[in-house]
């Protein structure tokens, strides 16, 4: 038994059957591409919050600490 592609992936699809593959594929790729910038932009403003943080607070004395 031999295993060949699909007909979509040997070029043998209507015309219709690839346009929504492509599409499909392009919603999975844009889905994948949103949601890492969610993931980045998550990370930058916690890097942005803790150094405004850092920048405000005065830096605690060993005399007021104790």
């Avoid at 919603?27 to 994948?32: A, K, N, P, R, S």
């Amino acid at each position: 038994m031999t295993m060949t592609a699909c007909t979509v992936c040997f070029g043998a699809a209507e015309p219709i059957v690839r346009e929504s593959l492509n599409a499909g594929i392009f919603v999975l790729l844009g889905t994948t591409v949103v949601v890492l910038a969610c993931f980045a932009r998550f990370f930058l403003t916690l890097a942005r919050r803790a150094r405004a943080v850092r920048v405000t607070d005065p830096p605690i004395s060993r005399e007021r600490a104790a």
